[in-house]
């Protein structure tokens, strides 16, 4: 009878496993250049999905989040004329992970620009109602910490950090929730190689922690995102993990916007990846900066599908 009623409960959780919802951003409006518009697009007419769900994933694509406007359609003069359109297109992305969240769903944002991400996590935090009592491990080459008053392109993608800390352009910061959404004590930047003094005075008066991707080679990458997770999780109700592929080794990772020579190892970074995705406080994963007209022999796409197969699995144990 024991018996019986174990198998049945194992049956009625298979019944009500949630699916994980992977959301395309087409944007690359944050960017000086546009590659990473076609990330999304490329991803969602490849394999992936079936990849995945053979790997025991069971997921879906929800949507493909499109800007008013491509780049075929507008050619912009400067970098900061981009806002309207980013706030635009980081709305409906919020629209559509809040509905996901709301169908007890796992959001994957797929970029696109790292612009998204003041799409991304405000929405998150909006939807669980946990502002302030959030956590973030941004795994990046750069800071993305710039506000508009030290950025020096003054493009989007390099202020989504900074935005998240309540800092910077009213219309980005405020576009989905009003305010700083996360607490400084509860951010961690990890790989981090290339950025500006500005933003690291910023981040450095705000008591944000950055793990550079000297000290990671260092201590190596699981502790450095053991160091992260603990930073991201204690005291808060979850938190989220943002990756920009260009955190990796470009020729690990050659499909990217910026790329910056060195960086993290795909065959170093799985295991404890994959231990991110199995604790229960991750709320969504968002990975960003896919540009595929500079991707070579289609490795940065198979390194996405290693990272969605990895942390997923993990993710779907607690769904």
């Known amino acids: 009878m024991i018996k019986d009623q174990h198998a049945y409960k194992k049956r009625k959780k298979a019944a009500v496993q949630k699916k994980i919802a992977l959301i395309g951003i087409a944007s690359g409006w944050g960017g000086l250049t546009r590659a990473s518009e076609e990330g999304p697009i490329k991803l ?6 079936s990849q995945l769900l053979a790997a025991g994933i069971d997921c879906r694509w929800a949507s493909i989040v ?10 912009l003069c400067r970098p900061e004329d981009a806002e309207p359109l980013i ?13 996901a969240l709301l169908a007890e769903e796992f959001p994957v ?34 800071m993305d910490a710039h506000t508009p008053q030290t950025n020096h392109s003054q493009a989007f993608h390099g202020m989504p950090v900074a935005s998240l800390l309540g800092k910077g352009n ?3 910061v405020n576009s989905t929730l009003p305010g700083r959404k996360i607490l400084p004590q509860h951010m961690c930047l990890v790989g981090v190689r290339s950025y500006e003094e500005e933003e690291w005075a910023f981040l450095q008066e705000q008591g944000v922690r950055v793990i550079f991707q000297e000290e ?3 201590i190596g990458v699981d502790a450095a995102l053991h160091e992260a997770l603990t930073i991201a999780s204690h005291g808060t109700q979850g938190f989220g993990l943002s990756i920009d592929l260009d955190a ?34 991750l709320r969504a994963l968002e990975i960003g900066e896919f540009a595929p007209a500079n991707d070579k022999g289609k490795k940065t796409q198979h390194l996405i599908r290693h990272l969605l197969t990895n942390i997923l699995a993990g993710v779907q144990e607690n769904l």
């Open 170 to 172: 009213p219309n980005f």
């Open 66 to 75: 499109q800007p008013s406007k491509h780049s075929k359609d507008l050619e």
């Open 109 to 142: 944002i797929l970029g696109g620009d790292h612009s998204c991400a003041a799409g991304t996590w405000p929405s998150v935090i909006k939807s669980l109602k946990i502002q302030e009592n959030f956590g973030i491990i941004w795994v990046d080459a750069h």
């Open 216 to 218: 990671v080679d260092q």
């Open 87 to 99: 706030v635009e297109v980081n709305k409906r992305l919020a629209t559509v992970v809040e509905q």
């Open 44 to 49: 969602s007419q490849s394999t992936l999905k």
């Open 248 to 281: 990796f080794d470009p020729q690990e990772a050659p499909g990217v916007s910026v790329p910056e020579p060195k960086g993290l190892k795909l065959s170093q970074t799985l295991a404890p990846l994959a231990a991110l995705g199995r604790h229960p406080g």
